[in-house]
């Protein structure tokens, strides 16, 4: 079963995160949506997500991973070195979560903002929902 990385489809830096998954994704472990499609929106309901929930989520077998467990998740299952990164799990949430709102509030500022989604390549486009 495939793990679903919903995300911010208007976020430049959320835009840049899942061509990276991709491209550290070989297997197509990870399928993608992002929080302003309509499909993006009925797993949030499905899930109870607030509608103003600010960061990347992953939806795996029922199971909701949100903010830094969400980007730990992720790097647990890429190709390569990225897998080291779950280490930082034995942080404590609390910490965690606190640097990652802080990058999430920022986001915009920093990376900038898309008038709309970003339209999938021919390639990849079968792992968007």
């Known amino acids: ?5 919903l995300f911010d489809g208007e976020c430049n830096f959320c835009d840049a995160s899942v061509q990276f998954i991709i491209a550290r994704d070989p297997l197509g472990y990870f399928h993608f949506a992002a929080l302003q499609s309509e499909i ?3 797993l949030q309901k499905k899930h109870q997500i607030p509608a103003n929930f600010d960061g990347v989520l992953v939806i ?16 647990k299952h890429l190709k390569g070195m990225w897998k080291v990164f779950y280490i930082f799990k034995i942080v404590p949430k609390t910490f965690r979560n606190a640097l990652y709102k802080i990058f999430a509030n920022n986001r915009y500022k ?4 898309k008038d709309s989604c970003m339209i999938p390549s021919p390639e990849v486009r079968n792992r968007f929902l």
Not at 1 to 5: G, L, Q, R
Not at 60 to 75: G, W
Not at 110 to 113: L, N, Q, R, Y
């Open 110 to 113: 920093w990376f900038g903002k």
């Open 40 to 42: 993006g929106e009925e």
């Open 1 to 5: 079963m495939a793990a679903i990385v």
């Open 60 to 75: 795996e077998n029922n199971t909701v991973y949100h903010s830094s467990d969400a980007a730990l998740y992720i790097c």
